[in-house]
């Protein structure tokens, strides 16, 4: 029920969207965007108008102009809760520059209240989604990929926490397939950088890391400092053995220079 704009030079708007969006195979869901933004701009017109479409910085801007729009219009603390949303709401494989999205606990993002506040005004965007999943948790997503590609923010925060994101993400694969295997020991954290990297993430940033990934963390930390004890007393019970063994030597010696 709605009419679309026509141009002189550029033709009809939907012709516009429709070679824009085919220019790009991961263009659907930012096509999906541009036509919700572009029915609520026109929709006392009902038409879609090449104004608004300029306005909304095209297909390739529209998704990141939206997401500035509604930060910049949000108070300095809530601003700063950003990159701990994003965080919470994005996957780094290691060794791989791809970012994904994956949905999180409403609890796990929303966090303290800047956090809330930040997740409300995103959902109320459409840049974020909320549902439900089986067990009635609430869980948080993002709307779009398209947001986390497009708009320089987010790439700037994914860029500064790349390290942080592609070790949290390591430690994700190893904890799954220890609990997979019932807990077995020779799947905890080896001692040296792998076992440092578990350590500073959970002692730096621990309430962006999930509880099963902290429960290994803490068993390996648990497992190298006992077996670290165990080395200690192997290491005094030798040496213990090796005075004895000189002060037997020492007597024997001097049993001979009195016979």
């Known amino acids: 029920g709605v009419r679309c704009d026509e141009s002189a030079e550029l033709g009809r708007i939907d012709d516009v969207l429709q070679e824009a969006a085919a220019a790009d195979p991961g263009s659907l869901p930012l096509l999906e965007f541009v036509l919700d933004a572009l029915y609520e701009a026109g929709r006392e017109r009902r038409v ?93 997503r993002v709307a779009h990929e398209a947001l986390l590609r497009r708009w320089p ?51 730096s940033r621990r309430e962006e890391v999930d509880d099963y990934v902290l429960e290994y963390i803490e068993e390996s930390l648990r497992a190298y400092r006992q077996k670290e004890e165990k080395d200690r007393y192997a290491e005094l019970a030798l040496i213990a053995a090796g005075e004895e063994a000189k002060r037997e030597r020492l007597e024997r010696e001097a049993e001979r220079r009195n016979l």
């Open 48 to 140: 879609l108008t090449f104004a608004h479409y300029r306005a909304l910085g095209g297909l390739e801007g529209a998704i990141a102009r939206r997401a500035d729009e509604v930060v910049d219009l949000l108070a300095p603390e809530i601003q700063e809760a950003l990159p701990a949303v994003l965080r919470a709401l994005i996957t780094a494989s290691p060794g791989d520059e791809t970012v994904t999205a994956r949905p999180a606990m409403f609890t796990e993002v929303a966090g303290t209240p800047a956090r809330s506040a930040l997740v409300r005004a995103l959902i109320d965007a459409r840049l974020l989604v909320s549902d439900e999943d089986a067990a009635g948790h609430v869980l948080v």
């Open 153 to 203: 923010r987010a790439g700037d925060i994914v860029n500064a926490n790349r390290n942080f994101l592609e070790t949290r993400e390591r430690l994700r694969s190893d904890a799954h397939r220890w609990h997979l295997e019932n807990r077995n020991r020779e799947l905890l954290l080896p001692s040296g950088k792998r076992l440092a990297e578990g350590e500073e993430l959970m002692l």
